[in-house]
């Protein structure tokens, strides 16, 4: 166990609709990550927080957004979902901003869009 | 922008045999990363390399680092079923976040 939750941990819905996937970092993690990993991608690096603010930001769709909350926890919303965002989501964190810093994995949110 | 490449993406052993998977950056390297990720898993850290020609062991497990700070090995002797799973290494070079290699694949028949 890394100490990162995400929920949920599977989400099943439709073209077009729209999800908010979760994440809470390990106690006393700053940083949080978002990850996306597909069979044909592997994994791809969407966005970084750090202390509520933007740190980082990878290849990251614009239907995509992402917020860091006071309390340190972590949302990614899709919007407008198309068959291709079917993967696994991961979220990440670590102590520092720095991408160099251990990062500690959740067990990833399964999204299947049909 | 920097790319890391990965390979063999599966490999196949028999329990017993070795397994070596390789990672090349199109540009130098301040450090990489290894993870695992066992089916159905998340990936874990496995060791951060620094310094040019580094090597690093974990019990069957020996990881280095080239000297041009550009490639990276992760060697394991005598495989087990317990080490099925992808390996990914992750390259830090001048970008605040590690790129992700696409990972080996390796499965152990018994």
């Known amino acids: 166990d890394s100490g990162v939750t995400q929920t949920p941990k599977h989400l099943i819905t439709a073209t077009g609709q729209r999800v908010t996937l979760r994440c809470s970092p390990r106690?006393?993690?700053?940083?949080v990550y978002w990850y996306q990993q597909s069979l044909d991608q592997g994994l791809q690096f969407l966005i970084q927080?750090?202390?509520?603010?933007?740190?980082a930001k990878g290849n990251i769709l614009e239907r995509f957004s992402a917020q860091q909350f006071p309390d340190l926890h972590s949302e990614l919303n899709l919007s407008s979902l198309e068959l291709g965002d079917s993967a696994l989501y991961f979220c990440?964190?670590?102590?520092?901003?720095?991408?160099?810093?251990?990062?500690?994995f959740g067990p990833g949110t399964r999204l299947t869009v049909l | 922008g920097q790319q890391v490449m990965q390979i063999p993406q599966y490999q196949h052993v028999q329990e017993g045999e070795d397994f070596t998977t390789y990672c090349n950056s199109s540009?130098?390297?301040?450090?990489i990363q290894w993870y695992k990720q066992r089916p159905g898993g998340h990936p874990v850290f496995l060791i951060q390399l620094v310094k040019s020609g580094e090597v690093k062991k974990q019990k069957r497990l020996t990881f280095q680092f080239g000297e041009a700070k550009k490639n990276s090995s992760l060697h394991i002797t005598a495989t087990q079923t317990t080490d099925v799973g992808t390996y990914f290494c992750a390259g830090k070079g001048g970008s605040y976040i590690p790129t992700f290699g696409r990972g080996t694949s390796l499965i152990v028949h018994p």
């Open positions: 927080y750090y202390n509520g603010e933007e740190r």
């Open positions: 540009t130098t390297l301040s450090n």
């Open positions: 990440a964190s670590s102590v520092g901003p720095q991408g160099a810093d251990t990062q500690y």
């Open positions: 106690s006393g993690d700053l940083s």
